[in-house]
């Protein structure tokens, strides 16, 4: 079985570590303590075997084996279950990973149950052993030292968010292309950062709301409220984030609609240019095209021209063509196309 941890407390303190569940089941009815079962990635069979020892609940049970849960907080008869999602920052990648944790806890066990790393549960128990009055307390301390874990675990992700939005503001006013994609998987991530911290307030009212009816020692009191100030900041700084990246959205939407705007400015103003050019070449064309035109009617020595003979034909002719290119010249002129 996928079992990392099985064992036995008593008294505060780590009474034994049995080979199977079914020996640590009959050590819990035989004497008084509390069992601590910690699995990795059970497959179904592993997580069935685990509820029937422990009488968990069938619909418990279907929610641990399907995963992919919201974090809850749900009471079935005495057994307390609780789902949390975890999560940690990849610095290499530079984005953030979800886990998931599902926590059983009745009156005399915890069964916690990971389908990723994190949280580190090791270092929780390694606390809770170092501290025997707190685990005195029993399966209640546990739960609340793994809320208080998972909230600890989320202070590295917000560090890691706010550097990437840092990094962000940078890029967007530096006119980085790709600055867009990052804040849209940036957004992507907040949001999911939402979703697993969120409810996690729900979960911690209510456990608050329920100290007085299952008289929960003044020690865990505090303690959860501790947690709970800490998960209310880690919520406000990460709503605080959505904000900010939906006006950086906003501000780098603007500031490519105005770099475009410039774009299409300097084109215009280079086919006005060009335009103006153009103009100017076809005028001369123009002005020059006519006394060609003449030049070429006199060139084609036609035996018969009315012109040829005339002692003033050549003239004329010089004339009428300095006349036409000076006409020309004059109306182009006058419509600013030279």
Not at 142 to 168: F, K, Q, R, T
Not at 298 to 315: I, K, Q, S, V
Request: hydrophobic share 40%.
């Amino acid at each position: 079985m996928s079992v990392v941890d099985n064992a036995v407390y008593v008294d505060g303190q780590r009474h034994a570590e049995h080979p199977s569940l079914e020996m640590t089941c009959e050590f819990l009815r035989e004497r008084s303590g509390m069992g601590w079962i910690g699995l990795y990635r059970p497959d179904a069979a592993e997580v069935r075997s685990v509820a029937a020892e422990f009488e968990i609940h069938d619909l418990a049970v279907e929610d641990t084996i399907s995963a992919h849960q919201r974090p809850k907080l749900e009471r079935y008869g005495d057994v307390l279950f609780t789902v949390l999602r975890p999560a940690r920052y990849v610095e290499s990648e530079e984005r953030v990973e979800f886990g998931e944790l599902h926590v059983f806890t009745g009156e005399d066990f915890v069964v916690t149950v990971r389908h990723a790393e994190s949280p580190d549960l090791g270092r929780v128990r390694r606390r809770m052993e170092s501290d025997p009055d707190l685990l005195r307390l029993g399966p209640e301390a546990v739960l609340y030292a793994i809320l208080d874990e998972v909230v600890d675990e989320y202070e590295p992700v917000v560090e890691g968010l706010e550097n990437d939005i840092d990094e962000i503001e940078d890029q967007v006013f530096e006119g980085d292309p790709d600055v867009s994609r990052r804040i849209y998987e940036l957004f992507r991530e907040v949001v999911g950062f939402q979703r697993a911290t969120r409810p996690l307030l729900k979960i911690l009212e209510d456990l608050s709301a329920g100290f007085d009816k299952y008289g929960v020692d003044e020690e865990l009191q505090r303690n959860l409220r501790d947690v709970q100030d800490h998960a209310i900041r880690v919520v406000e700084r990460v709503d605080g984030f959505r904000a900010l990246l939906e006006n950086i959205l906003t501000v780098n939407g603007t500031l490519v609609a105005q770099r475009q705007n410039e774009e299409t400015r300097r084109l215009t103003e280079t086919s006005v240019q060009q335009n103006e050019e153009v103009k100017k070449i076809s005028s001369w064309a123009a002005i020059l095209f006519a006394p060609t035109l003449v030049g070429t009617v006199y060139g084609m020595n036609f035996t018969h021209m009315p012109e040829l003979a005339w002692r003033m034909g050549y003239p004329m002719a010089l004339v009428l063509m300095l006349l036409m290119g000076l006409v020309l010249y004059l109306v182009f002129k006058r419509r600013g196309w030279l």
